[in-house]
């Protein structure tokens, strides 16, 4: 069975700092992604970094970076320079690579983000 | 392009009345997904479909819930009766095998009283 654990309910990051968010996670399947969404007040969940277990150099997207140790099962994600709008809910996710891009996402319990000016 | 829409956003119903959700993916996306999102906990599949047919509905409470695409575009979701568990925000998702990631709406808030 797959899991995925994020074992910080909540973080605080000062703007223009660096933070972050831990996620690790559990499975038997020898090829799986791992994601990063975020959810804003507004409810939409908003894709943010994707890491397949066999790439070889870790996801970078702007001022998002995912930390990817797979030896230690760890896909955490790093903001950089965090913005006041950086404030949300994040969520670690999983898919097995089985089922391609269409396969269904297992979520962790997430993570609240806030930003101090 | 059109994102994910969904609605109503937001309802209030009260024990053992039924409720419907409506759910239009992102043109061309075969696959659409009904997620359950108890406050305070990430999301939760109850159902997938490939164009009109269930891939996967493991998770899905049968004696209460269902789920519907029949023409493989838009679906609905409904709870009929509802419980007071039953609370939680419902998010309506799709993709497709072109691109890595799966496209959210802004979801639908139900509170059962």
């Known amino acids: 069975a797959q899991k995925i654990t994020q074992t910080q309910p909540g973080m605080f990051v000062q703007e223009k700092e660096a933070v972050t968010l831990d996620c690790t996670y559990d499975?038997?399947?020898?090829?799986?992604?791992l994601f990063w969404y975020k959810q804003p007040s507004s409810g939409e969940m908003i894709f943010l970094i994707y890491?397949?277990?066999?790439?070889?150099q870790n996801a970078t997207e702007g001022r998002y970076s995912l930390n990817f140790q797979k030896a230690r099962k760890s896909a955490n994600l790093v903001i950089s320079a965090s913005q006041l709008g950086d404030s949300a809910m994040y969520f670690c996710?999983?898919?097995?690579?089985?089922?391609?891009?269409?396969?269904?996402?297992?979520f962790g319990q997430g993570t609240t983000l806030q930003v101090k000016p | 392009e059109a994102g994910v829409a969904q609605s109503p956003r937001y309802k209030i119903i009260e024990k053992r009345q039924s409720v419907a959700f409506w759910c239009n993916p992102i043109?061309?996306?075969?696959?659409l997904y009904w997620y359950q999102q108890i406050l305070g906990q990430g999301p939760k599949l109850l159902i997938q479909?490939?164009?009109?047919?269930?891939?996967?509905d493991s998770q899905l409470p049968k004696d209460r819930f269902s789920a519907e695409r029949l023409k493989g575009v838009d679906s609905t979701l409904k709870i009929q009766p509802a419980k007071l568990e039953d609370s939680a925000v419902y998010l309506c998702?799709?993709?497709?095998?072109?691109?890595?990631?799966?496209?959210f709406g802004q979801g639908t808030r139900l509170t059962v009283v």
């Open positions: 998702a799709s993709s497709s095998p072109e691109r890595t990631e799966a496209f």
């Open positions: 499975t038997s399947d020898p090829s799986y992604g």
């Open positions: 890491q397949g277990s066999y790439d070889q």
């Open positions: 996710a999983m898919r097995a690579s089985r089922s391609g891009n269409t396969g269904k996402l297992i």
């Open positions: 043109s061309g996306h075969a696959t």
């Open positions: 479909f490939q164009n009109n047919g269930v891939v996967d």
